[in-house]
């Protein structure tokens, strides 16, 4: 599988996951372990937490220089987060905030998990995405619909 490919694929997993087509979006993340390498699923979970913070540019802006991402589960005090769960919410920061060796020694800890932790891992990522995208148009629909004037304005 070439890299146009893979990343068309990954485009459409995105969007069958944000229109809760879970099972094509799980079958479309199938085919793309099937047909890669290590290194190229790192890429896959780079290119999902970079939609992820773009959808969190869309929502909240631009970060000042002196703060940070941060994401919590939706109710920190439901049950222990499962280690895919955890892991998705941990490299999705990582990445936001530039921080490429957190977002490496993330990975490499969860392709070491069983081969169904690590696709866990990798599909939670996926869903964190999709509803993270999920939230962006509602809110984009609810403020089109009060006639706002859309998303927060770039600092520049």
């Known amino acids: 599988m070439n890299s146009a490919t893979r990343a068309q694929l990954v485009m459409d997993a995105i969007s069958r996951a ?12 199938g085919e793309i372990f099937r ?4 290194q190229q699923i790192y890429g896959v979970c780079c290119g999902l937490a970079d939609a992820a913070r773009q959808t969190l540019l869309r929502l909240h ?4 220089p002196d703060t940070m991402w941060a994401l919590a589960p939706s109710d920190p005090a439901d049950e222990p987060l499962h280690p895919a769960h955890a892991f998705s919410l941990r490299f999705i920061t990582a990445f936001a905030n530039g ?9 490499l800890a969860a392709s070491k998990a069983s ?8 599909i939670a990522l996926l869903g964190d995405v999709a509803r993270l995208a999920r939230r962006a148009l509602l809110e984009l629909a609810e403020g089109l619909a009060e006639g706002s004037e859309g998303p927060a304005a770039h600092p520049h």
Do not use: I, K, P, R
């Not at 087509?21 to 993340?29: G, P, R, Y």
């Open 61 to 64: 802006g631009h970060q000042g």
């Open 99 to 107: 921080d490429m060796e957190s977002c490496q020694a993330l990975y």
């Open 115 to 122: 081969a169904d932790d690590y696709a866990h891992s990798v």
């Open 35 to 38: 047909n890669s390498t290590g």
């Open 18 to 29: 944000v229109d809760c087509d879970f099972q094509v979006a799980s079958n479309l993340m």
